[in-house]
């Protein structure tokens, strides 16, 4: 698994080692379904009924026999009202029901005619219209057959299908408990929001970012905050946030200089590869474990970049992906689309680039001014990631393989 360090690993394989070393959680919890959104099946939901359970008219109207009604203009008297919930009687012969949306379809119709076709006349109706078998019927089982798989397992819940497992009559749902992640930031010139800035300080906005991150990922997110720039508190974090958690995330550190102690900790600790992604921003990453006490097994670690734009790219292109297969997400790839370029892109770089653009009113992508990876306000400017492969020129007008942050940054 290691790499020699002056290679440089293209980032789809990059990616399939994370995902290689991901194993899902087997760890499960059953909940009500009014609790589960956003969580991942355990376990396929299948129905137990036919939905609906019944056939059922579609349209406020009149429900009969096809036969009864072979011209249009034909007068047919009102034997029984059916709203939605009551139970019908057998239609007589010759005479039709009044039926509402969602009223069963009494036994002998065929049809319903909707009411904008028919004209009441006192207890009776005449249909304007030769009405055909099955008009306006919803047959039983037309949306769910019993038996069938309704929900898979694998699958992060959104509310339709939460909908949808209500519709089936299930009350409770099977999730994989949420990762749980550490997270740890490096540097003594970080400063928290609302202090006052010291002269060579900066505000640590990475460590709002990554949580906000962790949480739409669906994880239990632990902040062990700023970690002070010596080796023994580097790995006395280590060893602690390995202990209640599945993965620990750290950003910058993993340079060689005297001030960088995460390199040097993971590997006291425990095991690491440090990879060099031949990806534009966010070229290191590295990725390990740490030991827990003795006879519990290990923490995954993931080492982030710590400019601000490397570190939310690299976590959206392999932290996402790798938190996704721990909770036995199925499909982790985000969705890509074409989009046409409404820029120029002359000097593109040897590695894969990941540029930062937003869709105009024409649906094309702009390019932010600045590309620089210490430039978060290109994070919050652009839509998306505009994946381009390496050495790759972009003229106006090309087409360009987006990858929205709407596919991105949900779990």
Request: proline content about 8%; some cysteine; overall charge neutral.
């Amino acid at each position: 698994m290691n790499a020699p360090a002056s290679a440089l690993i293209d980032p789809d394989l990059a990616l399939q080692r994370l995902l290689a070393a991901a194993s899902a959680i087997v760890e499960t919890e059953t909940l009500p379904i009014s609790a589960a959104l956003g969580r991942v099946l355990a376990a396929d939901v299948r129905s137990s009924i036919d939905v609906p359970p019944a056939d059922n008219t579609a349209m406020d109207g009149y429900a009969l026999r096809s036969a009864d009604v072979p011209t249009a203009g034909v007068l047919l008297p009102v034997s029984q009202r059916i709203p939605a919930g009551a139970v019908p009687q057998p239609l007589q012969a010759g005479t039709a029901a009044r039926i509402f949306t969602g009223g069963l379809i009494p036994p002998g119709a065929d049809v319903v005619v909707m009411q904008e076709q028919c004209t009441a006349e006192g207890n009776a109706v005449r249909i304007n219209t030769v009405p055909h078998v099955g008009d306006w019927v919803r047959r039983r089982g037309l949306d769910v057959q019993a038996g069938s798989v309704v929900l898979a397992a694998g699958q992060r819940l959104r509310p339709q299908d939460l909908g949808l497992a209500a519709s089936v009559g299930v009350a409770t749902l099977s999730v994989r408990r949420k990762p749980r992640v550490a997270m740890l930031f490096t540097g003594d010139e970080l400063a928290m929001p609302g202090e006052p800035l010291r002269p060579g300080a900066i505000y640590n906005s990475n460590r709002f970012v990554i949580q906000a991150l962790l949480q739409a990922a669906g994880c239990e997110a632990t902040d062990f905050g700023i970690v002070p720039d010596r080796l023994d508190a580097t790995r006395a974090v280590m060893r602690q946030a390995a202990q209640q958690h599945d993965l620990i995330v750290s950003t910058g550190g993993m340079s060689v200089g005297e001030e960088d102690h995460v390199k040097p900790a993971v590997l006291a600790e425990g095991t690491l590869d440090l990879w060099q992604i031949a990806m534009k921003p966010g070229k290191p990453l590295a990725f390990g474990q740490v030991r827990r006490e003795a006879g519990q097994g290990e923490a995954a670690f993931i080492g982030l970049p710590g400019n601000p734009v490397s570190s939310f790219v690299t976590f959206l292109l392999f932290v996402r992906p790798y938190l996704l297969a721990l909770q036995g997400v199925t499909q982790v790839a985000p969705t890509a689309l074409p989009v046409r370029a409404a820029f120029d892109w002359p000097r593109p770089d040897k590695r894969r680039e990941y540029l930062r653009v937003r869709l105009n009113a024409q649906g094309e992508a702009e390019l932010f001014p600045s590309q620089n990876s210490a430039v978060l306000t290109s994070t919050v400017w652009a839509d998306g990631l505009v994946d381009n492969p390496p050495q790759q020129t972009i003229q106006r007008g090309d087409m360009l393989r987006f990858l929205p942050f709407s596919s991105l940054l949900q779990g």
